[in-house]
């Protein structure tokens, strides 16, 4: 199992451009979530999907869109980044909906926003 | 409007003693709690949870405990190790949402 996987690991953008988030997990989980991590801020929850067709709004929704079209992927989609998007994403699954259960989270993409 | 607030951004203890990690909410819906692990470059991993109707949990060096009418939780790792050097998250439950705190940096040294 290769478990959580997100692509790519780094990347730079300039304002105004878009760009997808790859996550991709093979363990059959039903929930699939993003956040980010800031300095002083934490971990906060961007889209969440609790299966294939589904997905809703965390606490930091607003300049990205998600799909989740199979089980496996969870794309994290920026429209058009700006500076304040500058963060480090994780991508994370588990086999029942929210955190009642481990939740696995890949190893990270470090975006930064010019 | 943070639900969930770990006051102390770093702590240092020397290893073989006892380490406490503090988290405090203020979201009385939540119903399970958990707290993550998180070395350098690496996503978080699970460490402990314990349900609401529970005061106290406990996995080999780890203990939780919660304080729900002080809306209070901690961790206690005893003995520390260098090991256990890492940045901790707890994090709450409500419903489909995981909501972390803002974490604390836990530096173990000889």
């Known amino acids: 199992n290769a478990g959580v996987t997100q692509t790519p690991k780094f990347q730079v953008l300039k304002t105004g451009q878009s760009m997808t988030l790859q996550c991709a997990q093979d363990?059959?989980?039903?929930?699939m979530s993003w956040y980010r991590q800031d300095p002083g801020m934490g971990l906060r929850l961007i889209h969440y999907s609790v299966g294939a067709g589904i997905t809703d709004q965390g606490e930091v929704p607003n300049g990205y869109n998600v799909s989740r079209s199979t089980t496996e992927d969870f794309p994290l989609r920026l429209l058009s980044a700006a500076p304040s998007q500058t963060s480090v994403y994780f991508c994370a699954s588990s086999y029942i909906a929210g955190g009642y259960n481990e939740q696995f989270f890949g190893p990270g993409t470090r975006l930064t926003v010019l | 409007d943070q639900q969930v607030k770990q006051n102390s951004p770093s702590l240092s203890v020397q290893e073989g003693r006892i380490s406490i990690l503090n988290c405090d909410y203020t979201?009385?819906?939540?119903?399970?709690f958990l707290w993550y692990k998180k070395y350098p470059a690496e996503g978080p991993t699970f460490l402990i949870s314990i349900s609401s109707i529970k005061d106290k949990n406990e996995d080999g060096r780890f203990t939780v405990f919660l304080n729900k009418s002080a809306k209070h939780l901690s961790l206690h790792i005893v003995p520390s190790q260098p090991g256990d050097s890492a940045v901790y998250f707890c994090a709450g439950v409500n419903t489909d949402k995981l909501i972390f705190g803002t974490g604390t940096r836990l530096q173990v040294f000889p």
């Open positions: 363990m059959n989980h039903e929930y």
């Open positions: 979201n009385s819906m939540f119903d399970y």
